[in-house]
């Protein structure tokens, strides 16, 4: 038996169970992407995430597609023409996006990221933050999400508990990064690669080997690690909780399938403000309106006094 979750409402917030869910052969998720059952054609997306809602009821049930990096490839398949993801001054249709995913797909690939090495994410930049993520999805990595602004102990601790092959940050915070590393002791030094400017003798996300489109996904279990979270403290040290692909996978296609509508002439958008560093932000702000196939415009997290602005200065 694999789980799902179920949604139940508690005073204003809303409480996941996890339930027994059956497991059924379905043809229409494939590892290519899903292009509908083989006897009645396309199948709506959105079709999908709603028989996913009915429990336990086996007939609509889908098989987890083997990656929750996939989802890019139902909405770029369904809608590769349409507005997906960007930012106020910069958007990418998800066919678009799709090829952008996977050249760093390519390019992380080339300087030796594999299946199940731990990758360590730290931006305020959405726009880099979302795709470098998917990318370490599809290659079956383990994404490791830090605050920019957490210091060098807390990272260091980091640093020492899941020994990252690669860290993938601001320029801002190479310092801090090298410090963490020299207090963490670890035996070999993870790469180093900055994602919002180039830094002197630091390698940048764009100087990656990008020649090349890889559309292979790694194919997972459910219950194999997708992300690996760091949370309260406990003894003056953040904890770290893991999420699965599995987990976040059907999470994601449950709020998606409760929150958009049915609409492909006038189709939404979502405004995303939280931080992706942060679990909420990631999964509602990103992965939801990306499962949907709308429209998600990331904002780039301000700090205290900032104006939040469009490119033209306008609120």
């Not at 290519?32 to 009821?57: E, F, Q, W």
């Not at 980091?158 to 963490?184: F, G, H, M, Q």
């Not at 702000?285 to 033209?312: H, M, Q």
Request: charged residues 20%; neutral net charge.
């Amino acid at each position: 038996m694999s789980l799902t979750p179920r949604l139940t409402k508690r005073g204003r917030f809303a409480k996941i169970l996890m339930l027994p869910r059956p497991v059924v052969e379905d043809k229409g998720l494939r590892n290519s992407g899903c292009r509908g059952h083989d006897t009645c054609g396309p199948v709506p997306i959105r079709l999908i995430y709603a028989n996913m809602l009915k429990i336990p009821s086996k007939e609509n049930y889908h098989q987890f597609p083997g990656n929750l990096g996939a989802l890019l490839d139902y909405s770029k398949e369904l809608h590769p023409d349409r507005n997906g993801i960007g930012t106020p001054d910069q958007m990418f249709t998800f066919a678009e996006y799709h090829d952008r995913v996977c050249r760093l797909v390519h390019g992380l690939r080339k300087i030796g990221i594999e299946r199940n090495d731990r990758v360590i994410v730290s931006s305020f930049d959405p726009l880099g933050y979302a795709s470098i993520s998917l990318a370490i999805f599809r290659i079956g990595a383990v994404v490791v999400p830090l605050n920019p602004r957490m210091g060098r102990y807390e990272f260091a601790h980091i640093i020492s508990e899941t020994r990252p092959k690669c860290v993938i940050c601001n320029r801002d915070n190479i310092s801090t990064a090298l410090k963490a590393y020299t207090l963490s002791q670890g035996p070999i030094s993870p790469h180093l690669i900055t994602i919002d400017e180039k830094a002197p003798s630091i390698p940048f996300i764009e100087d990656l080997d990008l020649s090349n489109a890889s559309s292979h996904w790694e194919k997972m279990t459910p219950d194999e690690t997708a992300m690996i979270v760091y949370t309260a403290a406990m003894d003056g040290y953040p904890l770290g909780a893991k999420l699965t692909h599995g987990s976040l996978f059907y999470d994601t296609v449950a709020f998606a399938g409760k929150s958009f509508g049915r609409n492909d002439t006038h189709p939404e958008i979502l405004f995303s403000l939280l931080p992706l560093f942060h679990t909420y932000g990631f999964t509602n702000g990103f992965l939801v309106p990306l499962a949907g196939s709308v429209t998600c415009l990331l904002f780039r997290y301000f700090n205290k006094g900032e104006d939040c602005c469009w490119p033209n200065g306008e609120l």
